[in-house]
């Protein structure tokens, strides 16, 4: 990075660089909770549930904070991305699953599956839960898009590895969330997980793609 870059490429590094902190501060403060809090299983309960109980507040707090990073990442993306494929929608579309990432925090899941401790194993959904799952499925379907549109924008740059870690992304999300949705537990929710951590990790690498290049 320049030391004498200009105003407009530090703000836009600024921006990007949320895009490369946001998903390792979700899924560490996400998994700690899921490791410590009593009655939560890792391979059953979505880390929704967590938003649920005294100690909700901290998944709730991390789903908007992580929202808002998400979407100055979005923002610090339109900013650097050159104009061409992608450029507009890419960023937009990464910015909706910011928003709905805030959203999943104000319209908290219901609690389910016996967490909190003590709560039914099958619980009528409340409108905040409806909420909650249009929030997410919209945010998850725009990300997945946002992954497509973005590797064919690398593909058309000659960044091919770029590229296929964008559409591998998108395709193992997208199993995640088929999986996850389809109300499956056990291994299904442990692969979503993992789908999770994939795509954190491939919003901090084209942050970073973009933060070395912001001009």
């Known amino acids: 990075m320049s030391s004498n870059c200009t105003p407009a490429a530090r703000i836009t ?7 490369i902190i946001a998903g390792p501060l979700y899924v560490v403060v996400a998994l700690a909770q899921a490791l410590t809090r009593d009655g939560f299983d890792l391979s059953r309960h979505a880390w929704s549930l967590l938003a649920n109980g005294e100690l ?5 707090t991390n789903f908007i904070v992580t929202g808002l990073m998400t979407v100055a990442a979005a923002i610090g993306l339109r900013r650097a ?11 937009l579309l990464i910015a909706t699953y910011g928003v709905s990432l805030i959203g999943a925090g104000i319209f908290r899941a219901d609690p389910a599956q016996g967490f909190p401790a003590g709560t039914p194993e099958t619980t009528t959904v409340s409108w905040h839960g409806w909420l909650h799952f249009m929030a997410g499925g919209i945010g998850f379907l725009c990300l997945i898009a946002a992954c497509f549109v973005l590797a064919s924008r690398f593909a058309r740059d000659g960044r091919r590895r770029l590229a296929w870690f964008s559409r591998i992304t998108g395709v ?7 999986g996850i949705a389809s109300g499956s537990h056990g ?4 692969a ?8 954190w990790a491939w919003l901090a690498t084209v942050s970073v793609r973009f933060y070395r290049t912001a001009s």
């Open 13 to 19: 590094r600024s921006l990007l660089g949320y895009g």
């Open 56 to 60: 909700g507040w901290i998944q709730i």
């Open 81 to 91: 991305l050159p104009p061409g494929r992608g450029g507009t929608w890419a960023p």
């Open 172 to 178: 193992v999300f997208l199993a995640g969330f088929v």
């Open 187 to 190: 291994p299904t929710t442990l």
């Open 192 to 199: 979503f997980v993992a789908a999770v951590v994939t795509v």
